[in-house]
Each structure stands twice: as structure tokens, then as C-alpha cells.
């Protein structure tokens, strides 16, 4: 089992940044990919990034690539999404994600409790 506790979220205003992080505890965690998920009002879940374990791939949604970007940080155990030029559209829920092997960014194994974003116009 996995447990991923997300932090960074807030209110910034357009044009501004924000970093996300993720911490990640349970099992080993140099062993699963690890992602983010946004959720906007009244619209569906949709896959942000996504990093493999081992830091050297990362995905994103073809809409954020070049504004956002997704590490793993210095501990092991974390990764961070960094948000740039954020704007009205970006307003939503994140949520940290994990995958066992094997699985996909499709469904993601594993889900955080999300963390606020909200970006004023």
C-alpha cells in the first residue's frame, strides 16, 4: 500500500507560479511511477504528468507541456509539479498519483486527498 500526501497548493494570481509537492509513504517507493491528476469544477479528473521511478521520463497532458513540469525531488520519497503562467483555467483540485508495476495513467493505482489550486483572473 501507498500513501500520498499532497502540499502546495493555494490562491495565486494569473500569470503566477506554484510548486506542488508529493510525498509518498508505504511501500518501496523507488518502485512506482508517480504522477498528478487535476479535477476543475463540475469537469472530469484528467492526467497533468506523470514521472517514472527512476526520475529519467515524464509525461504531460499535451495542453501543459512547456508551462508545467514534474520532478522528483532531492528525498526519495517525493515529487513536485511545477506550474508556470497559470491562468483562470488551471483552477482545480490536484491530486498526487501513484502506479504499481505494470499499470498505467489511465488508472492510477494509487490517489492522494488533492490539494486547492485557484488562480484569480
Known amino acids: 500500500q501507498v500513501q500520498l500526501v499532497e502540499s502546495g497548493g493555494g490562491l495565486v494570481q494569473a500569470g503566477g507560479s506554484l510548486r506542488l509537492s508529493c510525498a509518498a509513504s508505504g511501500r518501496t517507493f523507488s518502485s512506482i511511477d508517480m504522477g498528478w491528476f487535476r479535477q476543475a469544477p463540475g469537469k472530469e479528473r484528467e492526467f497533468v504528468a506523470g514521472?517514472?521511478?527512476?526520475?529519467?521520463?515524464?509525461t504531460y497532458a499535451g495542453t501543459l507541456k512547456g508551462r508545467f513540469t514534474s520532478s522528483r525531488g532531492n528525498a526519495k520519497n517525493t515529487v513536485h509539479l511545477q506550474m508556470n503562467s497559470l491562468n483562470a483555467e488551471d483552477t482545480a483540485v490536484y491530486y498526487c498519483?501513484?502506479?504499481?508495476?505494470?499499470?498505467?495513467?489511465?488508472?492510477?493505482?494509487?490517489w492522494g486527498q488533492g490539494t486547492q489550486v485557484t488562480v484569480s483572473s
Open positions: 514521472i517514472s521511478r527512476t526520475g529519467g521520463s515524464t
Open positions: 498519483v501513484a502506479l504499481r508495476a505494470g499499470s498505467t495513467w489511465s488508472r492510477p493505482d494509487y
